[in-house]
């Protein structure tokens, strides 16, 4: 290789003379001649030094090929006068161009199989961006607004959330902490999607904050938007608002090879669309006890965006709108249907209500840890007929009636602890024994899916769990029997057209989400 090579648009000046080299070793002229020190030395009429002071810095240098473009600046006299009218987009502009030397150094490396092979050189290249005098005007007239987002912390104060987002700002954080609207987005629980807009230089423009709306029954649907921003008279002032949700539709399938949630992890769903699930479906099946290898699913749920930005909590989840599970080859289907007078639930595509008069579980399917139906009595210490469920979950876990009742025994019991008996009329009775606590007292009305006490160790019980019996006329019934047997309610003959469109879309939807299940399958 001799002379100059043009590659790439630059130009590569190799050594006049001599192969390449590799480092450390001499070329076929002797290093010894061309090193510096060596000619200094020789100059001074000094003792050269040994080999391995010249060859040092050539190993040093041997696996980088420095490469350096010069930029032409605009002129001094220009830049300061620039600098006088716009402080901080300069420093902006400055760091721009260092960034953009820094790639050109590192744009080298591909160039040769071994960049060690390479002769060393240092190029020297003069590049002339195009007017920078006016990139630099128009940056200036933008007046750089920054936009920054975090998730708020439980532990957040308004300092630690400022320092997370950048901003630099007293007196902001002074309002914050101190307006009764504005302290809500650091109080209680975090998780909250906050989103600012400062000046360069860290002054707090505008800052708003989103979370899941708590007014009752809007959860879902809504979100609460608290905004942050400067008066006319430039005071802070906050408000908030209660707005809809931006929804859009997804569709999932999957094949369940041991549990729901491994199931729905595969196939990319939320866990908030797998709690739903076992919610909807927990008549039909029994999530804990039911579940089959080969179980199918399909589900099509509402995904959720908050002034057009992905929602951070439940995974950005919304209300599953329809489903269809295939258990131990019994397909159960699910529809959500919102009835003319604004209640909605879940329906059969036979237009059949999935909620029943019973609900099969007194725990929610999240809250159980285990649950079944013998079991050997380890108190007792013998085989003894166990006359109810036992539900495995932490002490303080949230116990729900079955149904529609009369509190007719709050108490304690041998054996059973602290315990709570419901009358649900014509004969039928239900026990919720070993609590830590009861909500409810006796004579007391309650509604299904009410809460009536938590999960204890009170009486005759190695640990923590609730012991679950359901009675007809005082003899002992297996619960979800009792739920799958309780009249389904049918979905009143007005609202079946609105109802049959609906079935109609969301089966598309469903079978379009199997066919994908199906394609995925057939892959090896
Ligand atoms: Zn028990």
Not at 180 to 205: M, P, W, Y
Not at 373 to 387: C, D, G, S
Not at 413 to 425: L, P, R, S, T
Request: proline share 6%; hydrophobic share 40%.
């Amino acid at each position: 290789m001799k002379g100059d090579t043009e590659v790439d648009g630059y130009t590569w000046r190799f050594p006049p003379s001599g192969g390449p080299r590799v480092p450390g070793v001499p070329g076929p002229r002797d290093a010894r001649t061309d090193c510096p020190l060596v000619k200094a030395a020789n100059s001074r009429g000094r003792v050269p030094p040994g080999p391995a002071a010249c060859l040092a810095p050539a190993r040093e240098t041997a696996a980088v090929d420095h490469r350096v473009k010069s930029v032409s600046l605009p002129s001094a006299a220009a830049l300061e006068s620039f600098g006088r009218r716009h402080r901080h987009t300069l420093l902006v502009a400055a760091v721009a161009l260092l960034a953009g030397t820094g790639i050109t150094a590192v744009a080298v490396a591909p160039l040769a199989p071994d960049a060690a092979l390479l002769p060393q050189r240092m190029l020297v290249e003069t590049v002339a961006p195009p007017e920078l005098d006016r990139q630099l005007e128009a940056l200036a007239a933008m007046e750089l607004t920054l936009t920054r987002s975090e998730i708020t912390r439980g532990t957040d104060s308004a300092d630690s959330l400022f320092t997370r987002l950048g901003v630099r700002d007293a007196e902001a954080a002074a309002f914050l902490r101190s307006d009764a609207e504005a302290r809500k987005a650091i109080t209680g629980r975090g998780g909250k999607l906050v989103q600012v807009e400062t000046s360069a230089d860290g002054f707090l423009q505008q800052l708003v904050a989103r979370w899941p709306s708590e007014q009752e029954g809007l959860a879902r649907t809504h979100f609460t938007r608290l905004t942050m921003s400067r008066g006319a008279d430039g005071r802070w002032v906050s408000g908030t608002e209660t707005a809809a949700y931006g929804v859009a539709t997804r569709l999932a399938s999957g094949t369940v090879s041991a549990t729901l949630f491994g199931a729905t992890d595969a196939a990319g769903v939320p866990d908030a669309v797998a709690l739903q699930l076992a919610d909807i479906f927990s008549t039909d099946i029994d999530f804990h006890r039911e579940l089959r290898r080969g179980d199918t699913f399909s589900v099509v749920y509402e995904s959720l965006t908050a002034d057009g930005q992905p929602v951070p909590w439940n995974e950005g989840a919304g209300r599953v709108l329809a489903a269809e599970f295939v258990n131990a080859g019994r397909v159960h289907h699910a529809v959500w249907f919102q009835r003319p007078d604004g209640r909605g639930g879940y329906y059969g595509a036979d237009g059949r209500s999935l909620r029943r008069s019973f609900l099969a579980s007194p725990m929610e399917f999240s809250r159980v840890t285990s649950g079944f139906a013998m079991r050997f009595h380890p108190v007792l210490q013998r085989q003894r007929r166990h006359l109810g469920v036992d539900y495995g979950a932490p002490v303080g876990t949230p116990v729900r009636t079955v149904a529609d009742g009369t509190v007719v025994f709050s108490g304690w019991q041998n054996g059973y602890g602290k315990v709570i008996e419901i009358d649900h009329g014509n004969g039928r009775n239900t026990l919720y024994a070993h609590l830590s606590r009861q909500d409810v007292r006796k004579g007391q009305r309650i509604q299904q899916g009410q809460r009536v006490g938590a999960v204890g160790m009170t009486g005759m019980t190695t640990g923590p769990h609730l012991h679950f019996e359901f009675r007809i006329n005082g003899a002992h019934q297996d619960p979800l029997r009792i739920a799958r047997g309780a009249e389904p309610v049918m979905l009143d003959a007005a609202s079946r057209p609105q109802f049959d469109e609906v079935v109609r879309s969301v089966r598309t939807k469903l079978e379009l989400a199997e066919s994908q299940l199906r394609v995925a399958a057939t892959r090896p």
